[in-house]
């Protein structure tokens, strides 16, 4: 990877994790650059997000031809020079040609701790539900790898928030929320210092 490590991001609405990253960089806190946002919304906000700050955006349909929309997500992150893709809440499953063209390079924060409570059907205000439902006294967010399985592929970083007597799951969420963007521009941060060695492609 280069010096200023490219950056890709997939966002299927707000995009919270871009934004901040994004931040970072226009702070001088990562050196990093967006070279590419792509959502399957076409009124994604965090489409206009990159827009307002002149970064490229893409919108791929992921229906009704899922193989279709994979080859041309792949082309278009190749095309832009990404190195390096982050999920930003993009609610769709990747498919080969992107994860193949990027093994080992992409990278999704999950708002658990992995690998409890992850796999397909546990995101969003679900994964909250089904921690106080376990009565967990911990929980928090993971950076992790993505490959062909929900939520299964190699951790990099986390950060715990603890689960606090009278906590909802909303509460519990909005605790995590808040801990996530940081512990990606960390991670980020790490991985282009050298410190977090990401597995060869």
């Known amino acids: 990877m280069s010096a200023l490590l490219k950056l890709g991001f997939l966002a299927s609405?707000?995009?919270?994790?871009m934004r901040a990253v994004v931040a970072a960089i226009e702070a001088g806190d990562l050196a990093a650059s967006a070279r590419l946002v792509v959502s399957n919304k076409r009124d994604a906000p965090a489409l206009?997000?990159?827009r307002d700050r002149a970064i490229e955006?893409?919108?791929?349909?992921t229906l009704p031809d899922p193989q279709v929309a994979d080859?041309?997500?792949a082309q278009a992150l190749g095309d832009a020079g990404v190195e390096l893709v982050l999920l930003s809440g993009y609610l769709r499953k990747l498919g080969p040609a992107t994860l193949t063209a990027y093994h080992n390079r992409i990278l999704n924060i999950h708002p658990a701790l992995l690998p409890s409570f992850g796999g397909q059907g546990m995101y969003g205000r679900r994964v909250h539900d089904a921690v106080?439902?376990?009565?967990e006294a911990r929980t928090g967010a993971?950076?992790?790898?993505?490959?062909?399985e929900y939520d299964h592929g190699a951790v990099l970083a986390q950060v715990e928030v603890?689960?606090?007597?009278?906590?909802?799951?909303?509460?519990i969420e909005a605790r995590v929320t808040q801990a996530e963007p940081g512990l990606f521009v960390l991670t980020l941060q790490r991985i282009v210092a050298g410190t977090l060695a990401l597995p060869k492609p």
């Not at 609405?13 to 994790?17: D, E, F, I, Q, T």
């Not at 955006?57 to 349909?61: D, G, K, L, P, Q």
């Open 142 to 148: 993971s950076v992790h790898l993505v490959d062909g």
């Open 71 to 73: 080859t041309a997500l």
């Open 48 to 50: 206009a997000f990159a």
């Open 57 to 61: 955006t893409r919108w791929i349909r």
């Open 162 to 171: 603890p689960v606090l007597p009278g906590d909802t799951a909303a509460s």
């Open 132 to 135: 106080l439902a376990a009565g």
């Open 13 to 17: 609405n707000n995009g919270s994790g």
